[in-house]
C-alpha cells in the first residue's frame, strides 16, 4: 500500500505514540512543573498524575512501581515544602470560581474531595470566600440568574415552573429553605436586596 495519496498529494504520515520514559525523580519533577503551569492542582491530584506515568512505564519497562511511588512523594513533598504545591490556595481558588457560578456549597465540598483536599482545607476555603462572596443564598441566585430559573424567570411562566425550578436548585446541592427564598422571592431585585440584607452587599457577579 502506497503512502502517497491518489492525487500525487503528501504522504499519509500516522503518528506514532512514543514510548513511555523510564522513570526518574528528576523526569518527575520536569513532568510536574509542566503539568502546574497549565492547571491548578492539589498535591494529592498532582500525586495521582505522576503515578499513572510511573504505571505506564513500569508496565512498558518492567520497572519497580514501588521506587515510582518513593520518588514520586519525594517529588510532591518538594514542592509543597518550596510553597509551589498549596491545597488550601487551591481549595480558596477553586472555591471561588464555582461560587462565581453558583455552585452550592454542597456540590463545591465533593469536588474538592474528588481532588484530595483535606476537610480542613475544605473548610477553611469555604468560610474564607462564602464571607467575601454573600453566602449561599448569594450563589443559589448567581445560578437561577445563569439559568433563567425561580425570580429571574419571566413573571407569567413561573407559577408553573415552580416545582422544576425548586428541583433544580436541589439538583445544585441547594437546600429547601435557599432554593424556596430563590424561587419564591417577588422578583429579582427582592432577592438580591435580601441578600445586601443579610450580607451586606451584592454585586450581582
Not at 491548578?40 to 519497580?64: E, I, Q, T, W
Not at 439559568?147 to 408553573?160: P, T
Amino acid at each position: 500500500m502506497s503512502d502517497f495519496t491518489e492525487g500525487g498529494g503528501a504522504p499519509n504520515k500516522r503518528r506514532e505514540k512514543k514510548p513511555p520514559k523510564p522513570i526518574t525523580e528528576s523526569y518527575l519533577r520536569n513532568v510536574a512543573l509542566w503539568y502546574m503551569e497549565r492547571y491548578a492542582s492539589s498535591a494529592a491530584n498532582l500525586k495521582a498524575v505522576l503515578m499513572r506515568r510511573v504505571r505506564l512505564s513500569s508496565a512498558y519497562h518492567g520497572s519497580d512501581p514501588a521506587e515510582g511511588a518513593e520518588m514520586v512523594d519525594a517529588v510532591v513533598q518538594r514542592y509543597t515544602e518550596a510553597g509551589i504545591l498549596n491545597d488550601r490556595l487551591f481549595a480558596e481558588t477553586r472555591v471561588r470560581s464555582l461560587v462565581s457560578r453558583g455552585t452550592s456549597t454542597k456540590m463545591i465540598r465533593r469536588k474538592l474531595m474528588e481532588k484530595g483536599v483535606s476537610s480542613d482545607d475544605i473548610d477553611a476555603a469555604l468560610a474564607e470566600v462564602l464571607d467575601q462572596e454573600n453566602g449561599e443564598l448569594a450563589s443559589a441566585a448567581r445560578y437561577a440568574r445563569r439559568r433563567r430559573i425561580g425570580a429571574y424567570r419571566l413573571a407569567e411562566k413561573r407559577e408553573e415552573n415552580r416545582d422544576r425550578d425548586m428541583a433544580a436548585l436541589a439538583r445544585q446541592g441547594f437546600g429547601f429553605g435557599i432554593a424556596a427564598k430563590v424561587v419564591d422571592a417577588e422578583d429579582p431585585e427582592a432577592l438580591e436586596a435580601e441578600i445586601e440584607g443579610a450580607n451586606g452587599r451584592w454585586d450581582g457577579r
